[in-house]
């Protein structure tokens, strides 16, 4: 079992920057691969980075310049770092966890409860 909580959303103007966290916890196997993904009204679960046990990072095309994924082991925790954020970037952002790597694919094992990132014009 994989405990996931999300913190770091609000509220900011476009061109603002949030980071938000995820804290980790459970089977260390099954947090081997990680990601954020996010989910505005009516649209699907979109994969927006993710990283591979190896520190390899991937970034949905909307967001790479912008974004960056880092993820510290000691404390169990993975970041997502948002700069020049844009209102299309409005959505409920979730971290999730597996112990294999399906990318940015919605696959992933085990899911946060999301935290919500607010952009306005």
């Known amino acids: 079992e994989v405990q996931l909580v999300e913190s770091g959303g609000g509220s900011v103007q476009a061109g603002g920057s949030l980071r938000l966290s995820c804290a980790a916890s459970?089977?260390?196997?099954?947090?081997?691969?990680m990601g954020w993904f996010r989910q505005a009204p009516g649209k699907e679960r979109e994969g927006v980075a993710s990283?591979?046990?190896?520190?390899?990072?991937s970034y949905a095309d909307s967001v790479k310049g912008r974004f960056t994924l880092s993820k510290d082991n000691a404390k169990n925790t993975l970041y997502l770092q948002m700069n020049s954020l844009k209102p299309e970037d409005t959505a409920l952002y979730y971290c999730?966890?597996?112990?294999?790597?399906?990318?940015?694919?919605?696959?992933?094992?085990?899911w946060g409860q999301g935290t919500q990132v607010t952009v306005s014009s």
């Open positions: 990283i591979d046990s190896d520190g390899t990072t």
């Open positions: 999730a966890a597996d112990r294999i790597y399906w990318e940015r694919l919605p696959q992933y094992k085990y």
């Open positions: 459970g089977h260390t196997a099954y947090r081997r691969y």
